[in-house]
């Protein structure tokens, strides 16, 4: 048998050995998903538990790309391993990747101590939201320690993915109060650190009291206010103040019972999730065939309503 | 016993007999959703099929209340009667709804030829994708032969919800080439209609080379290329335009057939709805109870994974 075909067991123990080319394969089927996304999952969640989750979310053109490629840069002078998931939810419209620059992050390509991936998904509702947990779960599994989630963008798919980490870090830029793309709430709502990034340009100030300001109003933090970091990650400058205040963060959560209390609901919320998504498959196999087709025309023609032609294709699971 | 807790038919006939308080009763179990809203559907779909709908999207502040005034005002000169629904997806981080200004609107409240209600959930995925097309039925089956819905934000969820009137239109302003918020992909891909609003204001001239060149370069739009109106909301400006332009798509919709491929793709969108919503409604049940929690626990301690969990739960499903 081929490589190329080789089953998941096989391409899960030569991934356990540091096949490279075998973690990128079993990443590629948890992005299709499926049974074979499954199985992987089978395999890496009895050794999951161990790595530990960062979040980077923020507008487009923030910076984030860069300020990763800087916090990987600073992670190896302190001889630590980590991995990286760069997540591309593709515009509903266009079905067409934005990925950032990945270039900078390419100065990192042929270290062994470090991983990176971009995923995207033309696929179904929720497919990352999905896929984005196993493959965390699976590069905790081959002993990554630390893995870094960054995603593109500031819509609900991105917030959501980048609020599921142990530790988020948001990304902002001088002048940040004044742009009306940005979703603010949301960002308010999953931050646990801030990063004013670009700070060698005007405005930082501004931004770091209206950040201030917001967290001041917010209904959130009463345990932990999330610090504010300035850096300039095109020099590096203020990347290991932004590592000092993940670190803060984690002792916060570790010693607070907040990271198991965040665990467990994140695992809540799979596991509801992966139950929709298998009903989800279910309604595609029953709204297709002759019988749904000669329903929408029975429906088209008001002669049957579209509830009774629904719980007629229901009536299989509805025992 | 009291109005308030009429039953459905009863409300029904109240609604059919021209009693607005029974109308905007039902419009409210529908909001609600659940077998209730159905039975709502069960009485309406029989005796829908005649109404009209016009659906009017644009980024917010492009004066889509004030052209929806203006445009109600045009079609009670013309003695026409018309029926608007106002759509608010609502922010999925507060949970309030933003409403844009209704108080134009107002201006039609006491007219008996004009019914205006607003929706807005907070509820469940698809809430409002589901809601809409059952509001619109009820609406037709009172009798309304014109159905204009209104939604704010050019979000997914809203610009979906526009996109499936029978005419689209589609509201922009001076200036919109620049602006960087709008999802133009989604818009030129829905619109039937374009109409530049605060027309009064410099650069319609642009914005209507920006548009053409749009349309030219798009891949959409051979059988019909989407008229472009400027209007003044304010006062009236443009708006009997607008209207000869929507009659026209209305004709081509007709003639071609284009208008019976939208129901049926609409209707066959809609029930595939249905059945995943009571799918999830399914699952919402099979994830709460002793042995939900029970088998969260076991996968939090890496005793049973993720997929075996979920297998077990839709185990009464998977006959």
Redesign the interface.
Known sequence: MSRRHAPVPELFDAALSGDRAAVARLLSIIERGGEPA?EV??LS??R??HGYTIGLTGAPGAGKSTLTSATIAHLRSLELEVAVLAIDPS????GGAILGDRVRMQDHATDPGVFIRSMATRGHLGGLSLATPEAVRLLDALGRRWILVETVGVG?VEVEIAGKADTTVVVVNPGWGDS??A?K??LM?IADVFVINKADRAGVDQTRRDLEQMLDLSELGHDWRPPIVATVANTGEGVSDLWDAVLRHRAHAEASGQLTRR??HR??E???E???Q???E??RD??TGDRWDE??DE??H?RV??????DE??A????
Chains 1, 2 share one sequence.
């Open positions: 499954r999952g089978r969640h009895p999951s538990g515009s509903p419209f266009t609900q009306v793309q979703n709430a949301g709502e665990r467990t695992l809540r799979e596991l509801r992966i139950v929709v298998r009903l989800y279910k309604a029953l709204t329903l929408t429906v088209l008001h309503d579209p509830w009774t032609a629904a294709m229901l299989p699971i509805d025992a």
